[in-house]
């Protein structure tokens, strides 16, 4: 079982649907990541956060550090948001590396 | 201009070859990585150094080799390359200890072994 688990593997929305990507770690961990990969294989960091909640434009990330739990979420999609959404969790002892999850593709239909 | 930028983009080679990737980052971080991503999609770290010093090695064939020259720049050199080195191998970045900031990620070098 991976340390970091993701859901859904693949979502399939309309243009203008508010999606939710959910993310479990196991680990201990000092923040969490999620990254966005584009479909031309580049990689972007979206977010890194260690409690509460960030909002940048129509994405929003929330992690409950209690449940070991994060999601972000995506407010009015729109077909360019497709891609491929990763989290990865930073664990908080020894070496500080990041754990990936399998990663969620995100396909928006106008 | 590029922040993270990684060469060749893509590198394809003969198996039992010794090849390099080259990284370099104009951010003024100092910190890089190395990742590699499988034919599944699953990204691993590899290495990471911090101000040219090694802080993460993980359970990677000591065919991999990583070098730092100076903070800006994280080479990775790969000895008798097999069939099973084939991925995609990103290079990042980031100002100080990983738990402090975002990490930058270069464009990634598509490696294929024949």
């Known amino acids: 079982k991976n340390e970091v688990e993701q859901s859904p593997q693949n979502l399939t929305a309309q243009e203008g649907e508010f999606i939710t990507i959910n993310c479990s770690y196991s680990?201990?961990?000092?923040?969490l990541h999620w990254l966005q990969q584009h479909p031309g294989g580049g990689i972007v960091s979206l977010f890194m956060?260690?409690?509460g909640k960030k909002k940048h434009g129509r994405l929003i990330a929330t992690i409950n550090i209690q449940e070991k739990h994060s999601s972000l979420h995506i407010t009015a999609s729109h077909p360019r948001d497709s891609a491929v959404y990763i989290c990865?969790?930073?664990?908080?002892?020894?070496?500080?590396?990041?754990?990936f999850g399998t990663g969620t593709r995100l396909t928006i239909i106008p | 201009d590029t922040a993270v930028s990684q060469t060749p983009k893509y590198l394809v080679t003969q198996m039992g070859n010794d090849k390099s990737i080259k990284c370099e980052q104009n951010?003024?971080?100092?910190?890089m990585y190395w990742y590699k991503q499988d034919s599944k999609k699953f990204l691993k770290i590899m290495f990471s150094?911090?101000?040219?010093?090694?802080?993460i090695n993980e359970t990677v064939p000591n065919r991999f080799s990583p070098k730092s020259p100076d903070k800006a720049h994280l080479n990775l050199h790969i000895n008798s390359l097999e069939l099973g080195d084939s991925a995609v191998y990103f290079c990042?970045?980031?100002?100080?200890?990983?738990?402090?900031?975002?990490?930058?990620f270069g464009p990634g070098t598509r490696l294929t072994v024949l």
């Open positions: 990042a970045s980031s100002l100080g200890r990983p738990s402090y900031n975002e990490q930058f």
């Open positions: 680990v201990g961990i000092s923040a």
């Open positions: 956060l260690s409690s």
């Open positions: 990865a969790a930073l664990s908080n002892f020894g070496n500080e590396k990041l754990t």
């Open positions: 951010l003024g971080h100092d910190t």
């Open positions: 150094y911090n101000n040219k010093e090694l802080i």
